[in-house]
């Protein structure tokens, strides 16, 4: 690790707030052990699975720092998050099914934004795991709040994005699934 803002990246990473939304909705659940295993499968695990091989390989930072070598990474993640929302309408989980919709909406938004600029996935990330617990009206979205100014803050004093592409993050995160997810289901 270089510094805070290193830590903070991995405390705040797009992985640690899908945790956190996930066992946030918890008590919403009537049948916690599959959408445990569903959600922590496709939404947490998953999705970072490729990034963290490839790291240990050496082959990437686990930032993926690099705006070209991206779009791998997000298209794995935008499969997991689909088979995680079928698993869900399989399941018919409806929280679970938001989770995935709002997840695979952002990012697959994130993917074909990355063609034309390096947007934030942290800022994208945290946001979307506020915009998910609001949509599902859960009072732990207030908690979430701060994460996305400190994520904010942090990716941008750490010059790992303009501000341009922490905005761009944020508002993916945040307005796609509040106005696009209730209307997928």
């Given at each position: 690790m270089?510094d805070?803002?290193d830590?903070?990246?991995?405390l705040?990473?797009?992985t640690?707030?899908?945790?956190?939304?996930i066992?946030?909705?918890?008590?919403?659940?009537?049948?916690?052990?599959t959408?445990?295993l569903?959600?922590?499968?496709?939404?947490?695990?998953?999705p970072v699975?490729?990034v963290?091989?490839?790291?240990?390989a050496?082959k990437v930072?686990?930032?993926?720092?690099?705006?070209?070598r991206r779009?791998?990474f997000?298209m794995?993640?935008s499969?997991?998050?689909?088979?995680?929302l079928l698993m869900?309408l399989?399941?018919?989980?409806?929280?679970?099914m938001?989770?995935?919709?709002s997840?695979?909406?952002?990012?697959?938004?994130?993917?074909?934004?990355n063609?034309?600029t390096?947007?934030s996935?942290?800022?994208?990330?945290?946001?979307s795991?506020?915009?998910?617990?609001t949509?599902?009206?859960?009072?732990?979205?207030?908690?979430?709040l701060?994460?996305?100014?400190?994520?904010?803050?942090?990716?941008y004093?750490?010059?790992?994005?303009?501000?341009?592409?922490?905005?761009?993050g944020?508002?993916?995160g945040?307005?796609?699934?509040?106005f696009?997810?209730?209307?997928?289901?």
């Amino acid at each position: 690790m270089q510094d805070k803002h290193d830590i903070i990246a991995l405390l705040l990473s797009p992985t640690s707030m899908a945790l956190i939304a996930i066992l946030a909705v918890v008590p919403m659940v009537k049948d916690i052990f599959t959408f445990l295993l569903i959600g922590m499968t496709f939404l947490v695990i998953l999705p970072v699975t490729p990034v963290v091989i490839m790291s240990i390989a050496g082959k990437v930072d686990l930032m993926v720092t690099e705006r070209e070598r991206r779009t791998p990474f997000l298209m794995f993640s935008s499969t997991s998050y689909f088979l995680g929302l079928l698993m869900f309408l399989a399941a018919r989980c409806h929280v679970g099914m938001t989770i995935a919709a709002s997840y695979l909406v952002v990012s697959t938004s994130v993917l074909i934004l990355n063609r034309f600029t390096k947007v934030s996935i942290h800022s994208a990330g945290a946001s979307s795991s506020w915009a998910v617990l609001t949509l599902l009206r859960s009072n732990i979205s207030l908690l979430v709040l701060p994460s996305l100014l400190l994520i904010a803050w942090s990716r941008y004093r750490a010059k790992a994005h303009t501000f341009h592409q922490i905005l761009i993050g944020l508002f993916v995160g945040a307005i796609e699934p509040l106005f696009l997810v209730p209307i997928l289901l």
